[in-house]
């Protein structure tokens, strides 16, 4: 209620707003609390404290809680940085692929054809590198992961970056490369086997190459041994077959490649 006399409220009250434009509609708390960033800070909060409570309990220190509290909010950090983009993966410069694509070239000369980004009809997936050679046909996905933490496998089929289980990762390899079998194997007319692989750089792979969930997983820098390691399997009649069905079956992701 305002104090002014009854005359001076009625000349002071504003005419209507003639405008037609709608009105400023005010977020709400509601609104607010589902925006993306406070749903990631919100998680990770929780993240941070259940592991805070949680070792505190158990270590009989609060101190000790606290330090978990923040090493567990930093992982989340670094596992949402790194699963998370407004970009699309295969809008991104990769210097993984880069360095994959600089070792695959220097094979040509053995008689070896690469693709390089080509997409998996029907989906989003993609497969970085395939390569058709005297050896067989392979699928490279070049793989950059933060070299601040191990790269580790447990029990033979297992494995771990970090605190992080990378089994959605070989899975999805995987996949990739049953799928480009299975278009190039039915326009050639025999069965044409596709190797998943995984070129991880960054961290140190401790072993040389190892199988892990039916894909190979090895040091980056290892790839051109990787396909060469093997005996003949195709003449070079079929190499020149086998490239020119899988470019057909396996559009490049973006432009011509």
Do not use: C
């Amino acid at each position: 209620m305002s104090d002014r006399p009854e005359s001076e409220q009625t000349a002071a009250k504003p005419s209507a707003p003639t405008s037609t434009y709608a009105p400023i509609e005010r977020a709400s708390v509601r609104t607010l609390l589902q925006q993306p960033r406070f749903l990631r800070l919100r998680n990770r909060a929780i993240v941070a404290v259940a592991a805070g409570l949680l070792v505190g309990f158990l270590a009989g220190d609060w101190r000790v809680g606290v330090t978990a509290g923040v090493i567990a909010a930093i992982l989340e950090a670094v596992y949402r940085a790194r699963s998370n983009s407004s970009v699309p993966a295969w809008r991104r410069t990769s210097v993984a692929e880069r360095r994959t694509e600089a070792q695959l070239r220097k094979l040509e000369r053995s008689g070896y054809r690469t693709l390089h980004a080509r997409a998996i009809p029907g989906s989003e997936a993609q497969i970085d590198h395939l390569v058709v050679g005297p050896t067989g046909v392979y699928a490279v996905d070049s793989e950059k992961w933060d070299r601040r933490l191990p790269v580790r496998v447990q029990m033979g089929k297992k494995l771990f970056h970090g605190p992080f289980d990378m089994k959605p990762r070989l899975t999805e390899a995987k996949w990739e490369a049953s799928q480009a079998s299975e278009l190039i194997t039915e326009s050639f007319g025999r069965e044409i086997s596709v190797v998943p692989s995984l070129a991880i750089y960054g961290p140190p792979v401790p072993w040389k190459i190892m199988t892990i969930r039916g894909v190979d997983v090895y040091q980056g820098d290892r790839a051109r041994r990787w396909i060469t390691k093997r005996e003949r399997a195709l003449t070079d009649a079929e190499i020149d077959r086998i490239y020119d069905i899988a470019a057909q079956v396996l559009p490049p992701r973006y432009g011509d490649s």
